[in-house]
């Protein structure tokens, strides 16, 4: 099975842990310091060879579809002002891939947007971001999955390793073994109590899939919250691996940034911007006076 080189994100959510500011702006403009949080996660897709992206949208998504496309008039003006600097940063999320769009039709869950990029795929493998999850540049999650469905020819997640106490918030794996960051999956449990969890490898935002996760999606009824979920399609294969190639994990412990909940949010706008060559010095130097005066 060829190497992916497809990437689908499903942007069709509407965000409500962060209204009233996405009342009228998507989730996934809201900014990390000066970037939208959908802008690292394409540049994460291109760094990793996945050039061609989906996004499966939904209603009032224009400002992203706007985001990368081409903006004549402010490209003009800065033209005339010969701010070259500025100018760049607005044409690069232009030319960062090719960028496709298709809508998901309703709100229906995660494998349901999955199963709206079939006409894009093709039956190739391909991979799937989710935009919550905003991986640190250095740390090449992307490509060491990618790495190893070449290897081991099965659908690939991301897995953290989470307190127990925690574990309820994700989707968890029972594992069958590990060989070094890879993690093999024999099933799947959406969002378990900590009591009865397989594991404490939580999944998060990143997979690789064969194509046959389409068909075995087909077949779903709706799971958890009324949706038809990722992760009851992602057990199936795990359980059928003679059929579909089986499921593998590999371990991330490098750093991520959750940008779904606003705690999350606040704490990697702060730690993205400290490590900025214009900024860091000028933020620390202010939260040391900041918090030495509460």
Known sequence: MKTPTKAVI???????????ATKAMPKEMLPLVDKPVIQYV?????????????????????????????AEALESRLEEKGDDEKLALVQNPTHLGNIHYVRQGG??????????SRSFTGGEPFAVLLGDDVIEESSHLLERMIEVFVETQSSVVALVEVPMTEIHKYGSVKPAGQNGDVVSV??????????????????IGRYILRPEILDIIETLEPGAGGEIQLT??????????????GVVGVLFSGERYDAGDKLE????????????DDLGADLLTWMKHFIADK
């Open 265 to 276: 949010y606040l704490k990697a706008t702060i730690q993205l911007a400290t490590k900025r």
């Open 186 to 203: 024999s099933d799947f449990v959406e969002k378990p109590k900590a009591e009865v969890a397989p594991s404490n490898y939580a999944v």
């Open 42 to 70: 394409v540049e994460e897709s291109v760094r990793s060879g996945l050039t061609d992206i989906l996004f499966v949208t939904g209603r009032d998504k224009y400002a992203l579809e706007n985001h990368f496309d081409s």
């Open 10 to 20: 499903p942007v069709a959510g509407l965000g409500t842990r962060f209204l009233p």
């Open 107 to 116: 709100a229906k869950g995660l494998g349901h947007a999955v199963l709206a």
């Open 232 to 245: 009851d399609a992602l057990a199936i294969a795990a359980r059928n691996p003679e059929t579909s190639g």
